[in-house]
């Protein structure tokens, strides 16, 4: 462990043998941030709703909560009438 296995000339040749283009279209083609961003925030999802659409449970449910919806305002606004 105490070798330095790079002082070897063998292993100085092999390496310096070696040589890595990286061509400039790939350096370039980094995306902005914001580009990224925008791709994420657009892409295709899944609908969480899509479970509850499936049963007719599901379906008396979201025709109801509305209703409720709008009835609990209506008293609300009864009661702070009052």
């Known amino acids: 462990m105490s070798k330095n296995e790079f002082e070897d000339d063998n292993l100085k040749k092999w390496l310096d043998e070696y040589h890595v283009h990286i061509p400039r279209e790939k350096l370039q083609f980094r995306t902005p941030k914001w580009e990224r961003l925008i791709r994420y925030l657009a892409s295709p999802t899944q609908n969480p709703l899509d479970k509850f659409h499936e049963t007719s449970f599901?379906?008396?449910?979201?025709?109801?909560?509305?209703?409720t919806g709008a009835?609990?305002?209506g008293v609300i606004q009864v009661i702070s009438q009052l």
């Open 58 to 67: 599901g379906l008396k449910l979201f025709r109801s909560i509305p209703l």
């Open 71 to 73: 009835v609990l305002v």
